[in-house]
């Protein structure tokens, strides 16, 4: 990625249009980056972040069996 010398990392550069067809006069090409800096601005206002997925490792953990006997000592044995 190449900067010209002066921009500085924050900033952004200016968003570019390239007319394909034609010859639009500078009204027209003024009303349509309005239009179209509309609607980008209504559905960036509208957006939803997604919810965060659970891991790998919370979907592959198992709930105990049963909860655990905390009154037998560990080193008995009960078999």
Known sequence: MTR???QH???QDPP???VVR???TEEELAALLAV???A???EA???VADEPR???????RRRLRRPLARDLPWGRFSG
């Open 4 to 6: 010209e010398i002066g």
């Open 9 to 11: 990392a924050g900033e």
């Open 16 to 18: 570019r249009v390239e």
């Open 22 to 24: 034609g010859r639009p």
């Open 36 to 38: 179209v800096g509309e």
């Open 40 to 42: 980008y601005t209504r």
């Open 45 to 47: 206002a509208e957006a």
């Open 54 to 60: 659970p891991s790998a490792w919370q979907v592959s």
